[in-house]
Structure formats: C-alpha cells, structure tokens
C-alpha cells in the first residue's frame, strides 16, 4: 500500500503470496530462490535486504530469516509465530529484530512475539518488541504507516 503512494518509497517491495495448501515456514527455500531471482533481475544492494511479513507472513519472516539469516539487514515480524523457524533464535543472533504485535490478538497470541524477542535478547541479539495496547491482530496498518520502521530498515547494512 505504501509502495502505491509514495513515489520518494526508496526500496524494491517484493510481496509473495502462500500457496493455498501450505505455510511460509515450509516454503524458506522457495523464498530464497525468489530473492535469487529478485536480485538477479533488478539493482538490489545485497547488503540493505529486509524482510518483513504479517500474520503467516509475520512467521515466514522468522522462519526465513532463521533459515538464512546471511541474507538480512534487517528484519521486522509482525503478529508472526517462530514455530518451525530452524536454527532460531541463534541463527538470528546478528539480525536486528524489530517485531510488532497486538496487545489483544486473538489470532496469534502476543506471547509469541515476547517469547521470540526474549529468547533473542537472553542470547545478546538486538531485538526489541512494540505491542500495540489496543490492537488485535492487525498490527500491521499502523507499523507500515509508521516512517520510523522505514528509517530503522535504511539505518542497518547486513554484516558481513
């Protein structure tokens, strides 16, 4: 939606959509072949991608991200569970995490966010969590009409 509006939007937006049958969780490697294919076609600095998802997309990002994590800047999860995300939360440990949640979610429970950011933070990862008090699961209109979120992404380059 953002991408639509602002004409100054300063990255390449890629947003996949999970086949009917599955979950992003399962479909890392497919993921990582389109970022391939992504990064082939377009002017894409490898060392600024970030990957940020909602809902099931929000657990794809995790997931992702655990699964190949060499790729990131940056990544920013949204009301998205860590279940089946291999190797995390140590594969993260060098991502910088900003995730986002509804206090009164009743889609995915918030514990899931506090638990994946707490897990990171117990191991010295830089994650931190913004829960909305007032929100249910769409957490993601006011993350994506927030400037700061795309300001946090631009500030982080992908360590080698």
Same mark, same amino acid.
């Given at each position: 939606?953002? #991408? *639509?509006?602002?004409?100054?939007?300063?990255?390449?937006?890629?947003?996949?959509?999970?086949?009917?049958?599955?979950?992003?969780?399962?479909?890392?490697?497919?993921?990582?072949?389109?970022?391939? *294919?992504? #990064?082939?076609?377009?002017?894409?600095?490898?060392? !600024? &991608?970030?990957?940020? +998802?909602? %809902?099931?997309?929000?657990?794809?990002?995790?997931?992702?991200? %655990?699964?190949?994590?060499?790729?990131?800047?940056?990544?920013?999860? &949204?009301?998205?569970?860590?279940?089946?995300? !291999?190797?995390?939360?140590?594969?993260?440990?060098?991502?910088?995490?900003?995730?986002?949640? +509804?206090?009164?979610?009743?889609?995915?429970?918030?514990?899931?966010? *506090?638990? #994946?950011?707490?897990?990171?933070?117990?191991?010295?990862?830089? #994650?931190?969590?913004? &829960? $909305?008090? *007032?929100? !249910?699961?769409?957490?993601?209109? =006011?993350? $994506?009409?927030?400037? =700061?979120?795309?300001?946090?992404?631009?500030?982080?380059? !992908?360590? +080698?």
């Amino acid at each position: 939606k953002i #991408a *639509e509006t602002k004409e100054d939007f300063p990255f390449i937006a890629v947003s996949p959509q999970c086949p009917a049958d599955s979950f992003w969780q399962v479909q890392v490697d497919a993921l990582n072949a389109l970022l391939d *294919e992504v #990064a082939a076609g377009h002017a894409v600095d490898e060392n !600024r &991608i970030y990957l940020t +998802g909602l %809902s099931m997309g929000g657990a794809g990002t995790w997931s992702l991200a %655990s699964a190949y994590p060499e790729r990131f800047a940056a990544i920013a999860p &949204i009301c998205g569970s860590t279940f089946m995300a !291999r190797g995390f939360p140590h594969s993260l440990k060098n991502v910088p995490v900003w995730a986002f949640h +509804g206090a009164k979610d009743d889609v995915v429970p918030i514990r899931h966010s *506090e638990n #994946a950011v707490g897990a990171l933070k117990a191991i010295g990862g830089d #994650a931190r969590l913004t &829960i $909305y008090p *007032e929100a !249910r699961h769409d957490s993601w209109t =006011e993350t $994506y009409n927030n400037p =700061e979120l795309y300001r946090w992404f631009l500030g982080h380059t !992908r360590v +080698g």
